[in-house]
């Protein structure tokens, strides 16, 4: 007879195999060129922990979500996701494009990109229901059902049936966070998500990821240059600058007593503004 | 020689009948062009090693002769190997494959102008290969090349007429047969013009309305 607290453990965010990590950057580098966005990343996340990346542009921010995302190789490292292995580069190995294994890992995360990327020519709810008709095989009753709810979620129950070009950037950034939910990803990445909209729509962006962030026990990784909001939302705050982590801590810490140099000329340019 | 009325109106019936042939001879060219084109350009997309490679020498050979000179080579020279096929047969297979390779540069320019984000959308979902393509990729690459596309069917419509060459009775070898057999070549010739014009010229309207109605208005 399970006990209450072993039935809801069913629906645990924590990895299948007994880690206590959802997500581990072990040794990781990556280069362009001359580049090195990443230098020899470690970097580890609890189950259900919100961490915001922050730091100047080209400091590999974008570039740690990218590769969880598969959309980018790293040249060397481990990189792990709810305990399965995503990526395993030894140094000046040629690697597969895609594995099986990777195709698998990766449907446990979910991303929302800097410029949406909604598909164009499907309205609102054919957007968040393709992937899960297509990929998870659920009947386009369930999958519409599910899309209308979560449409509803972030305030776009009205416009179920527009096609992204009739809505403003909030919103479809806001279809995308629906688009990227209806797969239930353990993971969720929000690359810059706000920094393609124009101010006044930021606010309604940032109350659904503040919604997820409180009532879901979703892993957020955020890269993002909104800092009050990283401050508020998140359980811990990694500052990175030329592709390596300089500080992290909880975001008090960060935020109002940062011990690094870099952190504190950083957060003085961006707080100015 | 003056233009008799009378002789063009009772030629009429012989010429829409050829009419008929260009622009069934047409739309099997499309067909076969837009199916042909679709699998050389995705092949070439995919870039498979040696595969791709064929192809895109498929694409230089087939746009580097001319359509005429294809024609010839089909209809004169398949048959020592064989292969024998009616005029008209041959013709359409000639014309929807040489359109195929422009076809098929089409849509790997509307493929290649789908936006990079729409591509790591579809990894981001995991959607698989297959619906990635057809549900996300090829449906707004092809709204972008409709108007293209429309533009060379109306070519490949005039082109047919080249197909009088080896013999397929349509629009403009009617034409030849009854002026050589009439010794008048003023009224079938300039009725040859006025129906191709008839044709070509509403079906330009038409891809230019068709442009601007797929436009994204974004």
């Known amino acids: 007879m399970p006990s209450p607290a072993e039935s809801t453990d069913a629906e645990s965010p924590g990895p299948a195999n007994g880690s206590d990590e959802m ?49 980018e190789t790293p040249d060397e490292g481990v990189v792990t996701v709810d305990g399965d292995e995503l990526w395993n580069v030894a140094a000046g190995q040629r690697i597969p494009r895609e594995t099986k294994q990777m195709r698998l890992t990766r ?38 059902e599910r899309a ?30 629906a688009r990227a939910m209806a797969m239930r990803p353990k993971v969720m990445l929000f690359d810059e998500v706000t920094s393609a909209l124009d101010p006044e729509l930021v606010g309604d962006v940032l109350d659904v990821i503040r919604d997820l962030a409180t009532s879901t026990d979703m892993t957020m990784l955020l890269v993002t240059h909104e800092m009050r909001f990283a401050e508020e939302i998140s359980d811990r705050v990694v500052m990175f600058d ?21 952190t504190k000329k950083f957060l003085r340019a961006v707080l100015e503004h | 020689m003056t233009w008799d009325t009378e002789y063009a109106l009772s030629i009429l019936p012989r010429l829409l009948r050829g009419l008929l ?3 069934e001879a047409t739309f099997a060219g499309i067909a076969i062009a837009l199916v042909l084109g679709l699998i050389v350009a995705v092949i070439r997309y995919l870039r498979i090693p040696i595969v791709s490679h064929l192809f895109t020498f498929y694409v230089s050979f087939v746009r580097g002769t001319p359509l005429l000179v294809q024609a010839f080579a089909a209809f004169f020279i398949l048959p020592d190997y064989g292969i024998t096929m009616s005029a008209l047969l041959t013709g359409i297979l000639v014309v929807g494959v040489n359109y195929s390779a422009y076809t098929a540069e089409v849509y790997r320019a ?7 984000g729409q591509w790591e959308a579809t990894t981001a979902l995991s959607l698989p290969g297959r619906p990635t393509w057809t549900r996300i990729i090829l449906p707004q690459a092809v709204r972008k090349i409709i108007p293209v596309l429309g533009n060379y069917w109306i070519q490949m419509f005039k ?12 629009l403009l070898y009617t034409a030849q047969t009854i002026g050589s057999s009439d010794y008048r070549y003023l009224e079938p010739l300039t009725l040859v ?4 014009l008839a044709v070509s010229y509403p079906a330009a309207i038409i891809v230019r309305r068709l442009e601007r109605r797929l436009a994204f208005s974004r």
């Open chain 1, 242 to 262: 030329s592709g390596i982590a300089v500080e992290q801590g909880p975001p008090k810490k960060i935020f109002k007593q940062p011990d690094n140099d870099r």
């Open chain 1, 107 to 144: 449907r446990k995360i979910g991303m929302v990109f800097q410029q949406f990327n909604l598909f164009p020519h499907l309205s609102a709810i054919q957007n968040v229901m393709e992937a899960p008709v297509q990929v998870l095989g659920m009947s386009k009753d369930e999958a519409h």
């Open chain 2, 110 to 116: 509307g493929i290649e102008d789908v936006d990079k």
């Open chain 2, 21 to 23: 042939v260009t622009i």
């Open chain 2, 159 to 170: 082109d047919v007429a080249i197909l009088s060459a080896i013999t397929v009775s349509e």
């Open chain 1, 148 to 177: 209308k709810d979560l449409l509803d979620m972030v305030g776009l129950g009205e416009h179920l049936n527009h096609k992204p070009p009739k809505l403003s950037g909030g919103q479809q950034q806001r279809v995308a966070i």
């Open chain 1, 23 to 71: 997500i581990t950057f072990d040794n990781v580098s990556k280069s362009w060129g001359d580049n090195k966005v990443l230098q020899g990343l470690n970097f580890h996340v609890k189950p259900a922990e919100k961490v915001s990346i922050i730091g100047p542009s080209g400091s590999g921010k974008t570039t740690i979500l990218r590769i969880l995302m598969t959309l």
């Open chain 2, 193 to 196: 013009g006025l129906l191709y």
